[in-house]
């Protein structure tokens, strides 16, 4: 039996550990299917310290490819399923994957960029419930899914090793960057360190519990609130597409223990009807998370009155995972502050010249993990430092404050960053291919305020000689945006100005164009 699934398998075998709208999976089941994947994919010539890409939604495949990769040694890119080709094409060569993991849902964006050349590098392409027609079942590096699984040796894999996630987050200078970190994989040591790493969950969940995923399986937060949870033998119930009518039906009825969520799942569940609502016991749920994105004190205080105490935020990001926590009885008396950091976070809050200010004042938030775990971008030694203020401690752009009672308080963005929906967006992206359009002579992409979304994407345009301002303009750069990125990054709306203003070194000045929107808010984030 594989490592990390051994115990679950060997005592609870005939319980079940996936559940998705498709299958479902005994814990036996899974364990044997880890064997074959890891036995499998090794005769096919990945080797320990290789990369693979994933993208697929929330299903048991998933979470069936990584936990083999915890096994064998190989890092997995979890690739966000709305990405275009172009998008794809470059994180397969920047992640130097050897191997594709594609659900057929997604198999024609990807067989595109499997065509592009910066996808040479992939050795082998693996098809998760790809039909005949199939656009991937035409490369040659094809197999698929259910023939590697049968084709592998079902005996516990011979030299086990770490192997884990590295996300790809986008950054203030465009391409998005992978973040590498403890468990990334490729190291020749025993896969016992994610038990020591899941064992620390067990403060956050219920363990062994059942949690729903509600949210994308690529994200770094959903990622860890259900992998993490179930190598302590949590099982794990999917929903791919989120639907609030949905979520609260399989939280009832398989007795789901716990939950993560964005703001815009949680108001999308007060909009639910009163007869919706009453028709939810939640008994089971110990407790609900939130984070990723700042959230509406009315939507939290809602959700608070309908299912009690169990609603708890936290603080955290993909390269720092978890920095502090409030549980609902705390922020009901310190609404707004992001909680009290982890006994084993020190937070640092440092003034532009890097010196540290006193307890109160408002600073850039430095971060160090008392454990010893760091991270760097990958292929990105410049980005790694400058996110750095010295080894071990780091930021994530946020500038705020801790109060006299030890709580955190978030109060600005010091890096351009947009959340919207619980996803971070960055304009320097969406301005590069904006500037490609040749109506555009200059563009800033803002954040502004958005009730459902928290924050949305908008472009303020300097128009070229020769062009007009107009909606049909407005349409068109939108749709531009479209075809080289993923929809989530594209402008919601389009905005034209005579002159983008700029310091005298060049640098756009997007306080000025962001006031206007964020008038009469109560927060700047």
């Known amino acids: 039996m594989a490592t990390l699934t051994r115990d679950s398998a060997s005592s609870r075998g005939s319980e079940m550990a996936l559940v998705d709208e498709r299958r479902t999976v005994s814990w036996a089941e899974f364990d044997e299917r880890v064997n074959r994947l890891v036995n499998g994919l090794r005769d096919r010539g990945l080797a320990t310290g290789d990369t693979i890409a994933v993208i697929a939604g929330n299903q048991c495949e998933w979470f069936e490819i990584a936990m083999a990769c915890a096994h064998g040694g190989w890092t997995y890119v979890p690739v966000n399923w709305h990405w275009v080709a172009d ?3 470059y994180v397969f060569t920047d992640a130097n994957a050897k191997a594709v993991v594609v ?14 050349e910066r996808a040479n590098g992939v050795q082998l392409v693996v098809g998760v419930g790809t039909n005949a027609s199939s656009a991937v079942r035409t490369d040659a590096r094809f197999v698929e899914f259910e023939t590697v699984v049968a084709g592998g040796d079902p005996s516990e894999p011979a030299d086990q090793a770490l192997g884990g996630p590295m996300f790809y987050t986008s950054g203030t200078t465009g391409r998005p960057k992978g973040v590498r970190g403890a468990l990334s994989g490729g190291l020749a040591v025993t896969p016992d360190i994610m038990k020591l790493v899941a064992a620390g969950f067990t ?20 990622w860890a609130f259900s992998f993490l949870p179930m190598i302590n033998g949590s099982s794990v119930v999917m929903q791919h597409k989120y639907d609030s009518a949905g979520a609260i039906e399989l939280i009832d009825r398989h007795q789901c223990t716990n939950v993560h969520l964005v703001p815009t ?28 994105a700042p959230c509406p004190p009315a939507v939290k205080r809602g959700l608070i009155e309908w299912w009690g105490p169990k609603v708890t935020e936290y603080y955290g990001s993909t390269e720092g995972s978890i920095i502090s926590v409030i549980p609902a009885d705390e922020w009901l008396q310190k609404g707004g502050s992001v909680g009290k950091p982890l006994e084993t976070v020190e937070v640092i809050v440092v003034d532009d010249a890097g010196q540290r200010v006193a307890q109160g004042s408002e600073g850039t938030l430095y971060f160090r993990n008392k454990m010893g775990t760091d991270f760097t971008y990958h292929n990105d030694e410049a980005k790694t430092k400058a996110a750095h203020l010295e080894p071990g401690v780091f930021t994530t752009g946020d500038v705020g404050y801790i109060d006299t009672d030890g709580y955190l308080w978030l109060s600005d963005r010091k890096i351009d960053m947009i959340i919207s929906g619980g996803v971070n967006i960055y304009p320097a992206e969406i301005e590069g291919v904006l500037a490609s359009h040749p109506a555009v002579e200059d563009v800033a992409v803002i954040g502004v305020p958005d009730e459902e979304f928290g924050e949305s994407v908008k472009a303020v345009v300097q128009v070229a000689e020769g062009h007009s301002a107009s909606d049909q303009l407005a349409s068109d750069l939108i749709a531009h945006c479209r075809k080289l990125l993923a929809g989530y990054k594209s ?35």
């Not at 956050?204 to 959903?222: D, E, I, K, N, W």
């Not at 639910?272 to 939130?290: I, M, R």
């Not at 919601?492 to 964020?518: C, E, H, N």
């Open 203 to 222: 403060n956050f969940v219920p363990s062994p519990g059942r949690t729903l995923l509600c949210g994308p399986f690529y994200h770094s937060a959903q």
């Open 491 to 525: 402008p919601r709306s389009v905005d034209f100005i005579d002159m983008i203003p700029r310091t005298g070194t060049g640098k756009i000045q997007k306080a000025p164009l962001r006031a206007p929107y964020w008038e009469g808010q109560q927060r700047r984030i």
């Open 103 to 116: 659900d057929e849902r997604f198999g024609s964006a990807v067989a595109e960029a499997l065509r592009d």
């Open 265 to 292: 799942q949680m108001k999308r569940l007060l909009d639910l009807t009163d007869e919706q609502k009453k028709s939810f016991s939640g008994a089971s749920l110990a407790v609900a998370w939130h984070g990723a």
């Open 87 to 89: 998008e794809l094409a």
